[in-house]
């Protein structure tokens, strides 16, 4: 089947988000230098074509999986914190491993690649690396719920 998702990112006012120039532009964990905010705040943490394309061009549900990132990040992250003051490598491994594949649900690329790497790190006992990593997945976890409101508005209205 053969699904067109128009690009969601077109014309928009300028205090929107940008798209990412490239499939690249987020596969590095934004935050791996001192004293970085951790991504572009005007690059979209989300590649809304892509999460559109997951949800197979339904609008209303791609709005539901967002709201429902929304509600449960705190949840998310305090799970994760809590494994890592615990220095639980099992724990923080599953939190990290749970966290990098709902920000793959959704489309969130940063969030995913840091969660990622938090999980190598944990997986391999580098507890000092992985409280870095747990920093930079709060900075990204953030900056996607910053944006929820514009990305919403945006799914919504079909843009």
């Known amino acids: 089947m053969n699904i067109h998702t128009p690009t969601l990112n ?3 006012p300028s ?17 791996d230098t001192a004293g970085s905010e951790g991504g572009n705040p005007n690059e979209c943490p989300f590649d809304l074509e892509s999460l559109l394309h997951r949800c197979l061009g ?18 998310q992250l305090a799970a994760l914190d809590r494994a890592a003051n615990a220095r ?21 690329e940063a969030l995913r690649t840091c969660a990622a790497r938090l999980e190598q790190a944990a997986r391999a006992g580098q507890l000092d ?18 944006a929820m409101p514009l990305v919403l508005a945006q799914v919504d209205a079909g843009a």
């Open 10 to 12: 077109r014309d928009l």
């Open 15 to 31: 205090q929107q988000f940008s798209s990412p120039q490239s499939p690249r532009a987020t596969d590095d964990c934004p935050g």
């Open 58 to 75: 339904d609008r209303t549900f791609c709005a539901l999986m967002l709201k429902k990132f929304s509600d449960r990040a705190a949840h």
């Open 88 to 108: 639980n490598t099992v724990e923080l491994t599953r939190e990290a491993h749970t966290l990098k594949g709902v920000a793959a649900n959704i489309s969130a």
């Open 129 to 146: 690396k992985a409280g870095v990593l747990v920093q930079q997945v709060h900075a990204q976890v953030d900056r996607c719920l910053q």
